[in-house]
């Protein structure tokens, strides 16, 4: 166990290391720890060098720990770590303004920084993430441990049919099978033609395992088969991986891809601010994402109390790097809401799974005639009825100060009008028995808008009633 022990922080891996052909794990001694053992001996050194880096480096932190009265060295179980207050998108986004382009909570000088990414700014002002030059080395080891515990391996061929861009999904996928030894097709997406061309490329390279959004990928498959191509024979799929959308780990969806690829389906990914570190992932036995404590240590809490929920129960996301060097998150409320567990999972990975992923996206939910509701649990009942195509909107519109929710869903190809008209009516009572009243209008297969990135499947006309009431 002595290798285990944090010797020097930030830690250096060595980047020559695979494990032996026939390991199950990317390390044996790191993934199947005791996990109380992993906090005291890896978690709890790694979270307190962590800090200290974070005090001494960045102004953000000193200012913000200073003004509450944080004191590091009282900081000596990870329930006292507890004390720590939250990091909001909202903190950071107003950091970078006032102190562009990074904020004051870069700690690395300028010609230290390797990469420069950001979110994609579709609501705002993007948020600029600096990339340290040893932070991108632990970011491929962290992607390559991963990915080879769900079943990646060298002799694999890993097409990336996602954007390389400021997002930074494609490029972590890159970095870790890269590092992992596998070989890489970063064939990007986004540009007019492109799906046609992936197709045949798909089909005559026949890569292995597949990277983008859950969208596209049942979009690929839209287009494949509308070209005559069928995805489970012309193409050589053993595992898609996914990020950046919750529908991986929707069972619905996960069902109609590995149905439609022949593969399985994983599920990985927290959020933009933590995000150049895979360190949620599920394994190749998907029974939830598995929580990485040792590179991003994650807290599921209740928002009040700020403290740790117990396993079983739900609570929001907290997420703190321990192993950054550029821009540290330390308790970043992501704000999304899952449900954590400990039990033991086929695979012998010893880390809490979140057994739903992370169904209630904070970015993603609506509140109609006061009531939470998340597009995810429309998709999962979508997605679950035979005759509906893999493409829906959800549109909010207020009709006399009451809130109204319709749902578009487009339904299969070759289906008749009656079937059409059963298909509505079951759709209405689904969502129905989960709460949720709902018009839903049949639409014609390949009638809405596809997407190559992230959907966005939720139009709230609300605004547009309101602006008309002020206005008469
Ligand atoms: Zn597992």
Not at 48 to 72: H, I, M, N, P, T
Not at 160 to 167: A, N
Not at 225 to 235: E, M, S, V
């Amino acid at each position: 166990m002595g290798e285990t022990v944090l010797k020097a922080w930030p830690p250096k891996y060595d980047p020559s290391y695979l494990p032996a052909a026939a390991s199950p794990y990317w390390n044996k001694g790191r993934d199947t720890m005791d996990p109380t053992e992993r906090e005291q001996r890896v978690i709890l050194p790694k979270l307190q060098a962590q800090l200290k880096y974070a005090y001494e480096k960045s102004a953000f932190y000193k200012r913000k720990w200073d003004r509450v009265g944080v004191r590091l060295e009282e900081i000596r179980s990870l329930e006292d770590f507890e004390q720590i207050p939250f990091v909001t998108k909202e903190e950071i986004r107003e950091d970078q303004l006032a102190h562009p382009p990074f904020g004051s909570n870069l700690c690395l000088p300028r010609e230290e920084v390797g990469r420069i990414h950001g979110t994609s700014g579709t609501t705002g002002k993007p948020t600029a993430f600096a990339i340290g030059r040893g932070d991108i080395a632990r970011i491929a080891e962290a992607h390559a441990r991963c990915m080879w515990n769900f079943g990646l391996r060298p002799e694999d061929t890993v097409f990336i049919g996602s954007f390389f861009s400021l997002y930074w999904g494609s490029w972590g996928a890159l970095l870790g099978a890269e590092r992992l030894g596998a070989t890489v097709f970063p064939f990007g997406a986004g540009v007019p033609g492109q799906t046609d061309r992936a197709l045949e490329w798909m089909k005559e390279v026949r890569p292995t395992a597949f990277y983008g959004t859950p969208s596209y990928s049942l979009y690929l498959a839209e287009r494949a088969r509308a070209r005559g191509f069928d995805p489970r024979k012309d193409f050589a799929f053993r595992i898609l991986f996914f990020s950046g959308e919750p529908g991986a780990g929707i069972p619905s969806t996960r069902k109609r891809i590995e149905e439609t690829y022949g593969g399985i389906c994983v599920d990985s990914g927290s959020t933009a601010e933590m995000a150049p570190w895979m360190s949620n992932c599920e394994c190749s036995h998907r029974q939830g994402m598995h929580l990485y404590q040792d590179v991003v240590y994650a807290e599921l809490v209740d928002t009040a109390s700020r403290k740790r929920v117990p396993y079983g129960e739900e609570g929001v996301t907290v997420y703190t790097h321990l192993e950054r060097t550029s821009q540290p998150m330390i308790r970043f409320m992501a704000g999304d809401i899952s449900r954590w567990v400990d039990d033991p999972c086929p695979c012998g990975l010893t880390f809490p799974r979140l057994p739903r992923g992370v169904y209630g996206r904070a970015d993603d939910m609506f509140v109609v005639r006061g009531e939470n509701v998340y597009p995810s649990a429309i998709e999962d009942v979508i997605r679950s009825i035979r005759g509906f195509g893999d493409e829906y909107r959800i549109i909010i519109t207020r009709e006399k100060a009451m809130d109204e929710l319709m749902v578009q869903a487009e339904y299969e190809p070759g289906v008749d009008s009656q079937t059409v008209s059963r298909l509505k009516d079951r759709l209405e009572s689904e969502l129905k028995a989960r709460g949720l009243r709902t018009v839903v209008q049949m639409m014609p297969p390949d009638s809405l808008e596809r997407t190559q990135f992230k959907a966005r499947r939720v139009i709230d006309k609300r605004d547009l009633y309101d602006d008309a009431i002020r206005r008469r």
